[in-house]
């Protein structure tokens, strides 16, 4: 499966993917300080409001995980997060508790 699946890619992007590959990057120019500190204090304040974390897994689960990551066109790390959002957000609920 293609790393960016066309399924969830809207025009636009498809666009900047284009223009990226045609790009000739000896022409950009280096950001000046006060840019370079902009991005630094961005990426920083980004960094904050995520936490990392560390979990043992089977084995036989995570091929599973990444089995299931790839037919939705993401990361194994990407896909976890994404169902765990969805899960703590009600999004994603157990097959008996739909029934009831």
Known sequence: MNKYDPEYIDQEEKEIMESIKTMDVSKLKKPSKSEQNKIRSAAKDFMKKHT???IRI???ELEKIKEQ???AGLKYQTFIKSVLHKYITGQLVEK???AG
């Open 52 to 54: 990392k974390m560390n």
């Open 58 to 60: 089977d084995p036989f």
């Open 69 to 71: 990551a790839d037919l």
């Open 96 to 98: 008996d508790k739909m």
